[in-house]
Structure formats: C-alpha cells, structure tokens
C-alpha cells in the first residue's frame, strides 16, 4: 500500500465521480416537484358550532391517518362537530406536514357567509384564528403563507435549480448574469400570472417535458464557447424558456390553491418565495465559487470539475425529459 499523499486533483475528480453517480440515481428517488395538499373544511351552523371534515387533498384520499389536528383551547369534537366555547379563536396547529403533504389547506366558512383560507406548512404548522371580521390579520397570514410555498417550492424544485445552474454556467457571475436571472424572472411571472388568473390554460404533461428539454439545451451551451444565440444574447433565451418555467409554477399553485378573498395578495406573496429562493441558490453558488478559489480549487473546478458535472445534468434532464414525453404519449 503506497503512503503517497492523494493530490487534490485525485481526490477532487474522485468526488465529481461520486457526485455524477448520485446525480445518476437521483431520478429514481426525487421527481422534479412534486405539492401535495390536504385540505380541512369547516363550516359554522351556529356561534361556536361547527362541522368540519377533511378534504380528499393532492393524493386523492383523506389524511386522518397522517395528520394531526390541534384546536384552540375551549373547543373540542365529537364526530365531525367542533363546539368552540368562545369561539374559533386562538391557535390552530397542524401535526404531520413534509411527509405525505407539502401543505394543509384550511378552508373556514363562517354563519355570516363570510369565508377565510388558512394555509398550514411544514415552516408553519400553528397559525391563529381570530374571527370572520379580522381581514387585515387574514391578508398578513396569506402573504406569510404563499410566500413560505414558493420559496420551498423552488428549492425542492430541482428542474428549476439545475436550468438556473446551467445558465450561471454560461454567463458566469458578472453583469450579463443580472440581465439573465432578470429575464427570467419576469418571463416566469408573467406566465405564471396568466395562469393562475385562467388567461392562459395548458396540460402539466407537455409543459413539465419543454421544461427538461430547456435544461438539455443550456447543459449543451455551457460545454462550449461557440458564438451561439444562447451566448450572444443568455437573456432573450432565459425570457423564452422562462415562461414555459412559469407555466410549471402555476400547476403547482393550483394544487395548492388560492384564497378567494386574498388572490392577487398570494399569487405575489408566492412569487417573492420563488424568486427568494432562486436568489438563494445562486448566492449559494457564489459562495462556494469564491470558497474554492480561496482554497486554491478553482483550477481543479476548471479542468475537472465543469464538464462532469454539466454532462451529469445533461443525463439528468435527459432522462426527465424522456420520462415525461412518455408520460404524455401514454396518458
């Protein structure tokens, strides 16, 4: 056995092989994104009397078993009554969110007609009840709730991440990467709005495998230098594939759903999340770039590191988007 002290070229390609193996297997185990969503229903018959049940939610059959309610102290339930000795207000949690479900949807229609959603998260599982007439403390808990939503969707969103990856790759952290992320940025919005407002109404089939084809294509451009239209101008191709993004945004969100009362509130609110967690990811990688020039690895990243790992994404997206065609063809 030789003593000789593994260089750090050795054992950095030894972690891209590690690495591209995990990106590899990561199909099998982690799809693109996936919100599934229980919802809870109550409805007052009388002050302080309710009937409530649960919804059949984002995987078609109702939670009971994996979800735990607590309500407010004062109230209790026999069946699916919910008496309230002073009424529904105090806190309400929700136990069990991030295993089967992303999110709880508590819809609450009061004796008044007036109606209140609730969303419950994994980052937020108690949220407090205050009444039919408290609007302003409803709007604050939908601008928390959705923003919550988006910026976990985005980052459990890998599709997202690796085509926003690759385009870092191509422009690289300088000003033409402000331009880019900006294109995008308001590309996705713009799709994303006109969905959720049913201005524009696409199957989630087509759009999820455009989606991986767009990451193929800037996988491609980021193994090269070429002059090509991608490199001339990254920020008309990052508006163009944007808003085929923003149509995969809004089938999330309409898995979610939004509240009647609050719709334009929770379609930014959950926008802002998306674009947070976008940022996140980006100044992740600055970071880590700027780590491994400290650490003197830049150059290994240069020679050894950048094609592996474009060529993993590229498989990775590759596979997606052959999965998904397949999926709609068979549909």
């Keep these: 056995m030789s003593g000789r002290p593994t260089s750090p070229g050795r054992a950095l390609r030894a972690l891209l092989q590690a690495l591209l193996a995990l990106c590899l ?48 102290d004062g109230c209790s339930t ?35 007609g007036q109606a209140r959603t609730y969303t419950f998260t994994q980052a937020q599982t108690a949220l407090p009840m ?19 939503l988006g910026f976990e969707h985005i980052l459990g969103g890998l599709d997202h991440l690796l085509f926003v990856a690759c385009l870092l790759l191509v422009v690289g952290f300088g000003r033409p990467l402000v331009w880019t992320i900006t ?3 308001a590309a ?53 594939f944007g808003l085929v993004h923003g149509l995969g945004f809004a089938g999330a969100l309409a898995e979610i759903g939004l509240p009647e009362a609050h719709v334009p509130l929770a ?5 802002v999340g998306v674009e947070l967690g976008q ?5 992740a ?15 290994y990243w240069a020679q050894l590191g950048r094609t592996p790992a474009v060529y993993a994404i590229g498989i990775l997206a590759a596979f997606w988007s052959w999965q998904r065609a397949a999926s709609v063809v068979l549909a």
């Design 25 to 72: 297997w990561l199909p099998a185990v982690a799809p693109a994104h996936e919100l599934s969503l229980a919802e809870v229903r109550l409805r007052e018959l009388a002050p302080g009397q309710f009937l409530w049940n649960w919804g059949t939610g984002g995987l078609g059959r109702p939670p009971q078993d994996e979800l735990v309610l607590t309500w407010p």
């Design 130 to 148: 205050y009444g039919a007439a408290d609007d302003q403390r409803g709007a604050g808990e939908v601008l928390w709730a959705y923003g919550v």
């Design 267 to 271: 379609l930014l609110s959950f926008n």
């Design 285 to 299: 990688l600055f970071l880590l770039s700027r780590l491994l020039g400290r650490l003197q690895l830049g150059q």
């Design 188 to 240: 996705h919005s713009i799709t994303l709005a006109s969905s959720v407002l049913g201005l524009i109404t696409l199957r989630s089939g087509p759009v999820e495998a455009v989606i991986a084809l767009s990451i193929v294509l800037a996988a491609s451009e980021a193994l090269h230098r070429r002059p090509t239209v991608t490199r001339r101008w990254p920020a008309l191709v990052a508006f163009a």
């Design 183 to 185: 294109a995008f940025t």
């Design 78 to 112: 026999d069946g699916d009554r919910l008496t309230c000795r002073d009424g529904l207000k105090g806190e309400v949690a929700v136990q069990g969110i991030g295993d089967s479900y992303s999110a709880t949807l508590m819809r609450v229609t009061w004796l008044d």
């Design 279 to 283: 940022l996140s990811m980006v100044g």
